[in-house]
């Protein structure tokens, strides 16, 4: 039996967390503080096959699913799990300097996705966005802007898992489904 609509009018980005791979699997997870949206778009290549001056066919073949991820809270560590980079602290509170450092030898891991929604539609619920294997697109866009709050954007891309497996897109008929650190 159908759900009654729970779940199919996702309102704003509630929650997301990136789970670095570890042995090949995801590990435990990392809160993205301050995430803004999770945004994504199919990989694909289409062929077509032409005879007799028409189109007789088309097939899509997905490879993957661009990610763009936006973030309103520069977390070093949420960063540091998606583009790799070495993070530090020095000090001692009031005077602590926390910082991540990138270098051209840097290997970032795999890492899987969740991000978490409440629904708007009457009967509740909520719905998830999950990529299983997603690769790094690079560095984030640091930066600046004057007078302004700068959100930093990282790109990833979304890669079939063991599984095959490259989106899921959950909807729960409660608004109780809550994301944990464990994949």
């Keep these: 039996m159908a759900l009654a609509g729970h779940g199919n009018q996702p309102f704003g980005l509630e ?3 990136v789970y670095p791979f570890s042995g090949g699997l995801p590990g435990t997870g990392k809160e993205f503080p301050g995430i803004v949206s999770i945004e994504g778009e199919p990989d694909q290549d289409t062929v077509e096959h032409r005879g007799g001056n028409r189109t007789l066919s088309k097939v899509n073949t997905l490879n993957g699913f661009d990610l763009t991820l936006t973030l309103g809270l520069h977390d070093v560590d949420a ?5 790799g980079g070495t993070v530090s ?3 001692t509170t009031p005077s602590q300097v926390r ?9 970032p ?5 969740k991000g978490d929604t409440p629904s708007r539609s009457s009967d509740g619920g909520r719905t998830r966005l999950i990529v299983p294997r997603c690769q790094s ?4 866009s640091y930066g600046f802007v004057l007078d302004e709050y700068r959100d930093l954007e990282l790109t990833a891309s979304g890669i079939p898992n063991a599984a095959n497996e490259i989106i899921i897109y959950e909807q729960a008929e409660t608004n109780t489904m809550v994301i944990t650190a464990t994949f």
């Design 15 to 17: 929650l997301a967390f």
């Design 79 to 83: 960063i540091a799990a998606v583009v």
């Design 89 to 91: 602290t020095t000090g």
């Design 99 to 107: 910082k991540i450092v990138h270098k051209t030898t840097d290997t």
């Design 109 to 113: 891991a795999d890492f899987g996705l």
């Design 137 to 140: 697109g690079g560095l984030p």
